[in-house]
């Protein structure tokens, strides 16, 4: 009963949130938020200890005559690893852009609310019709808020996100239905129904709803070819709003890869994984080399994340475990680096009014704090060991190395360059924003506050902790 | 003692965390004390390692946690105590003490006085972390941490932009070695599913194995060497990588980090046993190196620059040790070198802070008798490195060169060439000696004014790492010349198995005849350098063979035309063309193709009731028709 608690929490705080002058709301959210991190952490604890298992499922008839239930629980790692992702990275958001939220402060902590409201859902749902409501209500606070928040050119850039993920959710949503009809004698949307209907489909079958269902996923997420709405939308949106798109939105594609896809289209996605992996590796490089060109920072990072999120999808495909279990704990990792590292751009965004890198320069000098953590953070992204970058991506590669396709070798060594293309991004980034000279616009710039402080501070922690002792989350996995 | 093996690391992490932390609090004004402390107290422990493991013979491992323990991978957070290990401790905590006191002085006054032992105590940490790890990944923990220390230092005067792109540089090219080290890694994880070295080294010998496997895991782990090591063909960081102040390019850039390369494939020693190609390679590209290298020192005037590409020839000798699988010899002159190459940077640093910064050597000399402590032990490690007896580098040296001439008729080839860069090793070190400190100050009466010796606490070191540098040499003394090379028992155990005897079959008439030839040449180098530089002249310019040496081969700009202006240039492409009017084209030509197609649709709409229903009749009509085509096709 617990985990109803996951999804009330952030309705109830979220429709109220909207209701409210200015003033509270901003108090509801985070409170609201920071009762949601409570209830994920105990849910976490009696997923690791199994135990009070009743409290951590729930299931109930939601429409009995389609066979859809209201069908909730955390009993996989991955659902428990992005439940506490996604239970941390909202409090952060909040506690961080406090007293710097845009305005219609009751109507941005409202949205981001019901956002997190979808987000837990997805992650959370045993049934498919339930997961694809989640889906499509994850998805319309963050189209409100990037439209609402953020650059002149948001309206046309929301919209061209708004068409790509929409164009995904009708793929999903037709490979559903399909599935759907395939399931046993009683039809039903729930998981295991829909692994059965899957596997038992022929090859042919499992060829096309594998693609339906993964470009819907792919967008997402997104992969090469599909990814021109991301740099644009990260670039547009208010900051807060591109952390939950960049740490959480994007995982929802990869989740529902490694949940749903795989283990139901297992041939379909057996019979074109050279494809897919080829596609991951491709874009692994090919945004890291756009990376090298960009003199935005917002967007720089952006396609670091894509070239991030290229290695995990060619890891799922390589099935193998040990890609698998790497690609686990890197959805887990690069939430938390890639939050920090949006912080950072939005301190540097706010106190500059910009985001041309050639405009900044020479930070160093005048903010130290900021420094060390956005060289720390930097770091984390370009894997050094003993930040918590690292040990993901060598057991992504090590599996994508020792995987099933014929083609592995060559795969890794291809997405090895992204391990050198990255250094030089992310050093070049560091380099022009933090070293050099002052420039006329950064002379004053201000260290970070104690607030701001306190935050990247918990980030740090965190990825250092996780990088020495990685052990802690990779035990989560163990417990399957 | 082995058991706390752990305190070693443990004392510059704390010393890192309390210089890094405390940067701006009365602390900090004694944080270069709180290192070099921190350092002393693990060099105390390693000696006390030292003393246990030479007199046990078994490797010991220590098991601190577990890294990574899934149901597909175990890595155990573990570090290896044998005679290798332990002497690599000494070599980075004693040098690295002494480094230390040394930067007290050095650094004073600096704004970034605490961060910079910050840096250093981090170094030592990865450093140990790097020779300590009982396996592949925890030593490539240490491996990449030296990296980021190596950037953070090189770059460590963050204003001038070109201190911070050598320092990009460096980490860069290393990256690109690291690749080849994490697909070694891969190779043998794949097939052995472990990456201790314990376990590997038995499974390895017991494995009938595809001797192309071995190969290539072979030579992966080389060209991660020859980023780290600065070989053929990444070698051009580490001139670069001078920017740094120079307490770090002796710690770092010459004593230490740069030999990792050597320390691992000494340690992945039962792999290049099996893999003999992959051994020629490494023999082939250090005589590339060490020759190569000497020719651009012989024409450089920054006098870092010199002792940098020094640093790159001497590491390919190393290399040419490791390529005919004389292990101890490498680590022999990884020690000599270690002593006087540390003090040759130690005292250009002296002789720096002398000079009000100065680092041009044309600008420089008669600085004899100013400098007199500077000068008499900067002479010491000039004869050391010229290889001239009884000084450290002529018994490492030598060693090195029997074996190669030992090893066949390639052998005998790559010994005329290591024999010619020994021999522009001594003329380049005696050049440099007799630029800056013989003849006249070439310099502003304002330095003159200033010229004064560095104080105790920088001449310190120098003596005692000239101390080393005339001693060292005796732990390894061959039998020909009556000793019994106490180096080579103690390091013998660990490559046994693999098989490798440390004899050269050479006769002892055949021995001492190479070893006067290397003598008779070191003593050359110093008499031409003698003759040309006793009285220099700063106006005479480079040409011909010399201008193409003092231009480093060319090779930076090499690299600059095929590597980074295309990728530049191909990262602009992609932006502009592929990704703009490409895929994005494509997806907005969908959408203006739909909005196009929707404009003229609605036309249809035209509230006329009579044209839908015209509409739905032909609807229907259609219909009818595929039905009726359908059907007829079953």
């Known amino acids: 009963m617990l985990i109803i608690l996951l999804l009330l929490i952030p309705f109830l705080g979220g429709a109220l949130t909207l209701l409210m002058p200015e003033n509270s709301a901003r108090l509801t959210a985070i409170a609201s938020s920071i009762a949601i991190l409570i209830v994920a952490a105990i849910i976490c604890y009696f997923y690791l200890n199994n135990t009070n298992i009743e409290f951590i499922s729930f299931d109930r008839v939601w429409i009995g005559q389609l066979g859809a239930h209201f069908s909730i629980e955390v009993k996989h790692s991955l659902q428990a690893l992005m439940v506490l992702l996604t239970a941390i990275t909202f409090p952060f958001i909040f506690l961080f852009f406090i007293n710097k939220e845009p305005k219609n402060k009751n109507i941005f902590y409202g949205l981001m609310l019901l956002a997190e409201l979808g987000l837990l859902g997805v992650f959370i749902s045993k049934d498919a019709l339930l997961f694809y409501g989640f889906w499509e209500i994850a998805l319309i606070p963050v189209y409100f808020l990037s439209s609402l928040y953020g650059g002149e050119r948001r309206v046309p850039v929301t919209f061209k996100f708004f068409v790509y993920t929409f164009a995904g959710s009708l793929l999903m949503l037709i490979g559903i239905i399909y599935l759907y009809q395939h399931t046993g004698p009683t039809h039903s949307f729930s998981l295991y129904s829909f692994i059965e209907a899957g596997r038992s489909l022929p090859l042919e079958t499992q060829s096309w709803l594998f693609w339906v269902l993964f470009v819907a996923f792919a967008i997402k997420m997104p992969v090469f070819p599909f990814h021109t709405w991301q740099p644009d939308a990260y670039e547009q949106s208010a900051t807060p709003v591109t952390v939950v798109l960049s740490a959480l939105m994007v995982k929802m594609g990869l989740f529902a890869v490694l949940f749903w896809l795989i283990p139901s289209v297992t041939m379909g996605a057996q019979e074109w994984m050279n494809v897919v992996i080829f596609l991951s590796v491709t874009g692994i490089v090919y945004a890291s080399i756009l990376a090298i060109a960009q003199s935005n920072i917002k967007r720089l990072v952006a396609y670091s994340s894509i070239a991030h999120i290229g290695l995990m999808c060619a890891a799922i495909f390589s099935q193998h475990n040990l890609g698998w279990q790497g690609t686990l704990i890197q959805m887990f990792n690069h939430g938390i680096n890639i939050m920090g590292m949006w912080f950072l751009v939005a301190v540097l965004e706010n106190r500059l009014q910009t985001q041309d890198m050639n405009q900044m320069g020479g930070v160093a000098k005048v903010a130290p704090k900021f420094t060390i953590a956005l060289v720390l953070i930097s770091m984390s992204n370009i894997a050094l060991p003993l930040t918590c970058g690292f040990v993901g991506e060598f057991m992504m590669l090590n599996g994508l190395f020792s995987g099933a396709s014929s083609y592995s070798t060559a795969f890794t060594v291809v997405a090895c360059l992204a391990v050198i293309l990255s250094a030089y991004y992310t050093l070049s980034m560091v380099r022009k924003v933090a070293y050099g000279e002052l420039k006329e616009n950064t002379k004053k710039f201000n260290d970070l506050t104690n607030n701001e402080m306190f935050i990247i501070g918990l980030i740090m922690f965190i990825i250092l902790a996780l990088g020495f002792y990685p052990q802690w989350l990779l035990n989560w996995i163990n417990i399957i | ?470 001693l060292g040499g005796f732990i390894g003394v061959p039998k020909v010349l009556g000793g019994n090379h106490a180096l080579d028992t103690l390091l013998r155990p660990l490559y046994v198995s693999s098989g490798i005897e440390n004899e050269m079959h050479l006769s002892h008439e055949m021995e001492y005849l190479l070893m006067a030839i290397a003598v008779l040449i070191g003593v050359a180098g110093i008499v031409v350098a003698w003759f040309e530089f006793k009285k220099y002249d700063s106006k005479k310019e480079a040409k011909g063979m010399y201008a193409f040496f003092e231009n480093k081969w060319y090779i930076d700009e090499l690299y600059e035309t095929i590597v980074s202006k295309p990728l530049n240039k191909v990262s602009i492409f992609l932006e502009n063309v592929v990704e703009k009017s490409g895929i994005d084209g494509f997806v907005n030509g969908i959408g203006k193709f739909l909005q196009f197609g929707s404009s003229k649709l609605r036309l249809l709409q035209s509230g006329l009731v009579g044209f839908y229903l015209f509409l739905m009749v032909i609807g229907i009509i259609l219909l009818f028709i595929i039905q009726l085509w359908y059907n007829n096709l079953n």
């Open chain 2, 1 to 470: 003692m082995t058991q706390f093996v752990w305190l070693v690391p443990l004392f510059p992490l704390i010393g890192f965390l309390i210089t890094g932390l405390n940067r701006k609090s009365a602390l900090g004004k004694s944080s270069g004390w709180i290192a070099s402390i921190a350092v002393l107290a693990s060099f105390l422990v390693s000696l006390l390692i030292f003393f246990e493991v030479k007199n046990s013979t078994s490797p010991q491992i220590v098991h601190l946690f577990d890294f990574i323990n899934t149901s597909s991978m175990v890595i155990p957070f573990a570090f290896q105590v044998d005679a290798l290990s332990s002497v690599f401790l000494l070599i980075i905590t004693g040098i690295g003490f002494l480094i230390h006191l040394y930067s007290i002085s050095y650094m004073h006054g600096d704004d970034g006085f605490s961060k910079f032992f910050s840096y250093l105590n981090l170094f030592i940490f990865s450093m140990l972390l790097l020779v300590l790890g009982a396996n592949y990944l925890i030593m490539f923990v240490g491996w990449e941490g030296v990296g980021l220390c190596s950037y953070l230092l090189i770059g460590f005067w963050y204003k001038n932009p070109e201190y911070t792109k050598a320092g990009r540089k460096a980490f860069v090219m290393n990256r690109i070695g690291d690749v080849g080290f994490l697909i070694g890694m891969f190779l043998l994880f794949n097939k052995f599913h472990t990456l201790e070295f314990l376990n590997l080294e038995t499974l390895i010998h017991q494995a009938t194995l595809d001797p192309s496997y071995m190969t290539t895991v072979a030579l992966c782990f080389f060209i991660g060497a020859t980023g780290k090591s600065a070989q053929i063909p990444l070698f051009t960081w580490l001139p670069d990588a001078m920017a740094g102040p120079t307490p770090v390019s002796a710690l770092i850039h010459a004593a230490t980090m740069v030999t990792a390369g050597i320390y691992m494939i000494t340690r992945s020693n039962f792999i290049y046993s099996h893999a003999p190609n992959a051994q020629q390679i490494i023999l082939i590209v250090g005589a590339a190196t060490a020759l190569i290298a000497a020719t651009i020192a012989t024409r450089q005037n920054d006098i870092k620059k010199v002792l940098a590409y020094s640093t790159v020839s001497q590491l390919g000798f190393m290399f040419m040790a490791l390529g005919v699988g004389a292990y101890t010899a490498a680590v022999f002159h990884v020690i000599t070198h270690a002593f006087f190459k540390a003090l040759l940077f130690l005292g250009s640093g002296s002789v720096i802070h002398a000079m009000s910064g100065e680092q041009d050597i044309r600008k420089m000399g008669g600085l004899k008798s100013p400098l007199t402590t500077t000068y008499s032990t900067f002479l010491i490690a000039c004869i050391a490195i010229a290889g001239i007896p009884p000084l450290s580098g002529f018994f490492s040296k030598d060693e090195i060169m029997m074996f190669v001439f030992a090893h066949g008729t390639l052998g005998k080839a790559i010994w005329v060439v290591g024999m010619f860069a020994a021999l522009m090793t001594a003329y380049y070190m005696f050049r440099l000696l007799f630029i800056t400190f013989w003849g006249s100050f070439r310099g502003t009466e304002h330095q003159k004014e200033h010229l004064h010796e560095s104080p105790i606490l920088m001449t310190l070191p120098l003596v005692v790492l000239a101390i080393l540098s005339v």
